[in-house]
């Protein structure tokens, strides 16, 4: 069974803080996902990755950066976190091709108060 | 752009229903179509998926899908509704190969 790991799972920061979610797979997948979660939006694509190293834009980039320094491990971060990035946020992987289905953590909450 | 429709956000049925979940999405090309299931305070999970041949294809605890080219659909179905399917369905569709984008999903609620 695929396994996606995040954390914290839950994080409380203020306006202006520097947050850092981490996301690492044990499947080997090539690629992996960073969507958050809001109430009406559904979940909307951040950024994601196809290996080490590699980095594309997502839908709803503005706000956050994000690193991929081994297949593994998959890092978001908030340099100046304002209130409106308060969500739910998942990683998610998933193997090479078009019909891979992709393998998702439990998430993160984050709160920015 | 590529968009993902899913114009109920909530569904609710008794239990032993069957119950339909609708899927509308706007893509002129090829794309690998799926529904994810998230039950509360968990990740999603892969229920489904279509990428070509038979249009109806089958999943997990008797759920299925129909692919409609001709209404870029994908409904997502099952005939009898177990309290235990409550929880939040996700269609997605990926336009190639990396990017996978997420409709608003649809809470079913099923009632005993």
């Known amino acids: 069974e695929a396994a996606v790991t995040q954390s914290p799972r839950n994080k409380v920061t203020v306006t202006g803080g520097n947050v850092t979610l981490s996301c690492r797979q044990t499947?080997?997948?090539?690629?992996m996902y960073w969507y958050r979660q809001d109430t009406g939006h559904g979940l909307r694509l951040i950024h994601y990755s196809y290996g080490a190293g590699n980095l594309q834009i997502g839908d709803v980039p503005d706000g956050y950066k994000a690193t991929r320094t081994t297949q593994e491990d998959f890092f978001l971060l908030l340099e100046l976190a304002s209130p409106s990035q308060t969500s739910l946020y998942f990683c998610?992987?998933?193997?090479?091709?078009?019909?891979?289905?992709?393998?998702f953590g439990e998430g993160s909450k984050l709160t920015v108060l | 752009t590529q968009t993902v429709s899913q114009s109920d956000a909530h569904v609710t049925v008794f239990e032993g229903d069957s119950v339909e979940l609708r899927c509308n999405y706007s893509y002129g090309g090829s794309i690998y179509l799926s529904w994810y299931i998230q039950h509360h305070g968990h990740g999603l999970q892969f229920l489904l998926k279509?990428?070509?041949?038979?249009?109806v294809v089958q999943g997990v605890n008797g759920f299925e899908a129909e692919f409609s080219k001709s209404d870029s659909s994908f409904h997502l179905r099952k005939a009898s509704v177990h309290w235990s399917d409550s929880a939040v369905y996700f269609c997605?569709?990926?336009?190639?190969?990396?990017?996978?984008?997420f409709g608003t999903g649809t809470r079913l609620q099923v009632l005993p």
């Open positions: 997605a569709v990926s336009p190639n190969t990396n990017k996978v984008v």
């Open positions: 499947n080997s997948h090539n690629y």
């Open positions: 998610a992987s998933r193997a090479g091709g078009a019909t891979g289905q992709l393998y």
């Open positions: 279509y990428y070509s041949g038979n249009p």
